[in-house]
């Protein structure tokens, strides 16, 4: 399997900072990327998929870069609305598997 | 528009089966390219379970194929879960999700529709 690895595991930032979060994949996933936001007590919500393609309705402030194994998903002003924990997904290879998580909290 | 629904028992004793139903509304199940499971528990976060074709095609997690099943039933519209031998390990909220597909070889794809989630307990 793939073991995919966030980091950090939760972050506190002030509303407008730029934010940044990591996934490290044990093995390359080539651009075979994902991000999903997860809000309390609801389901995931996509946010990028394939490294960098934004999905349709999702804030531009959201963006994703990186290649092979190491990953990055910028919130470049954080809203309030943005607090949320953060997954990146591999869809490489199966098992398909997920990061353990960024909470995003507000300063 | 599309939805999922879980549905299911949300306790189950150890050792014991667990059977969870995903029904597909606003939409054929057979336009779907593959239809999975996930689960998340406190513990392990996200794991994906399982996922089957509309045609009936299956991959697992190899952590738990020896107890899992997915399968389907188009003329209901729905796909389901079961896993057996359960323990306490197992509890956490099940995500029945489809995948969507952004070129015809699925090359490029990800979990678009997600169902709100059932928590499932296992305890005596």
Redesign the interface.
């Known amino acids: ?1 793939i073991q995919m690895t966030q980091s950090p595991s939760s972050l506190s930032a002030s509303e407008g900072d730029r934010v940044t979060i990591t996934c490290r994949a044990s093995q390359t996933v080539s651009d ?1 990327l ?1 991000w ?1 936001q997860q809000k309390p007590g ?5 946010l990028i ?2 490294t960098s393609s934004l999905q349709g309705g999702v804030p531009s402030r959201f963006s994703g870069s990186g290649s092979e194994t190491d990953f990055t998903l910028t919130i470049s002003s954080l809203k309030p609305d943005d607090i949320a924990t953060y ?1 990146c ?1 591999q ?1 490489f290879t ?8 960024t909470k995003v909290e507000i300063k | 528009q599309v939805q999922l629904q879980e549905s299911g028992p949300g306790l189950v004793k150890p050792s014991g089966t667990l059977s969870l139903t995903c029904a597909v509304s606003g939409g054929s199940i057979s336009r779907t390219k593959w239809l999975s499971w996930v689960r998340q528990s406190p513990g392990k976060g996200l794991e994906w379970i399982g996922e089957i074709y509309h045609s009936g095609s299956t991959n697992y997690n190899p952590s738990l194929r020896r107890r899992v099943t997915v399968s389907v039933d188009q003329s209901k519209n729905q796909f389901s879960l079961e896993l057996t031998s359960m323990t306490a390990a197992d509890t956490a909220v099940y995500y029945c999700a489809t995948t969507y597909c952004t070129t015809p070889s699925c090359e490029i794809w990800y979990f678009d529709l997600w169902g709100r989630g059932t928590l499932v307990t296992v305890s005596s």
């Open positions: 399997d075979y994902n999903y609801k389901a995931p919500t996509l998929y394939a997954y997904q869809s199966a098992p398909w598997t997920f990061g353990q998580g």
